[in-house]
């Protein structure tokens, strides 16, 4: 292991998260395995054990590693890289991984759209109805995501919720209606998560997640669905392509 330098500007705490990090990187510490104690780094660096905990706790932080209590702490394994450049479903998306993906429909209701989805899907009328579609995106067995998408209720009003159980909605916009979403824009942000959003994903209350906000458009501009989705942070990353 190398060790810090006290002439370095870099915060001691800083340089022996770096250590560590380097040494995952390497693969000399791989995923599931225990990094070196508290105690064992501090003679090691000649550190307060208050500096190596706060090197740790930014590796957690950051999901490098996690710590598991009374056991250790340990090298997590690497977050799946999302590649934002194409237009694809949760559906499409697992299956491109080759994940298993299911869905569970947590609501499915129609209601009387907001100024806000008025504007968003072109709804003239302010009578407009949406339908509102909440589900619980899963993987591998795992919950990953909460998706809330509204729809217009005045072109897809004979969907039920038996109709999407199991489905990509983009699937069925295009084999159904003949509507071929082409084109999306997308916003992502940080939130912190409420008790019963942590409590469907399986994460701790407070934890910080992702949230995609999605415009969906088809190719005569008109939009076919607005989406606001939560996705897990301890799981994904996701890569932007810039060109």
């Known amino acids: 292991m190398q060790k810090v330098s006290k002439i370095n500007p870099l915060p001691l705490y800083y340089q022996i998260k770096n250590i560590i990090r380097e040494m995952i990187e390497n693969e000399e510490l791989k995923p599931g395995e225990m990094i070196p104690a508290e105690r064992e780094l501090c003679e090691i660096q000649g550190v307060s054990r208050m500096t190596v905990n706060k ?18 702490t340990f090298v997590a394994v690497p977050k ?7 237009l694809k479903g949760f559906t499409e998306e697992m299956e491109q ?3 298993e993906s299911n869905t569970s429909i947590l609501s ?15 709804l003239k009328n302010e009578e407009s109805e949406v339908i509102e579609i909440i589900r619980l995106r899963i993987s591998n067995g795992e919950p990953l995501a909460i998706e809330t ?9 004979d969907l039920t919720a038996e109709t999407i159980d199991g489905k990509s909605l983009y699937n069925i916009f295009r084999e159904k209606y003949g ?13 912190i998560l409420s008790r019963y959003e942590a409590t469907l994903l399986n994460q701790k209350q407070s934890s910080v997640a992702l949230m995609f906000k999605r415009t969906t458009y ?8 607005y989406t606001n989705a939560i996705y897990r942070s301890d799981r994904y990353k996701y890569e932007i392509i810039l060109e």
Do not use: H
Request: aromatic share 6%; glycine share 8%; net charge positive.
């Open 218 to 225: 088809l190719k005569d501009g008109s939009t076919i669905e």
């Open 179 to 191: 509507a071929d979403p082409i084109k999306a824009k997308q916003t992502i942000e940080p939130i």
């Open 55 to 72: 090197a740790i706790m930014d590796l957690v932080n950051e999901g490098i590693v996690y710590r598991e209590q009374g056991k250790g």
């Open 97 to 99: 991984k080759g994940l």
């Open 149 to 157: 998408a509204w729809i217009s209720n005045d072109i897809f009003g």
């Open 108 to 122: 499915f209701k129609v209601k009387p759209a907001t100024k806000q989805l008025r504007t968003i899907l072109n």
């Open 80 to 86: 799946e890289r999302q590649q934002i450049s194409k």
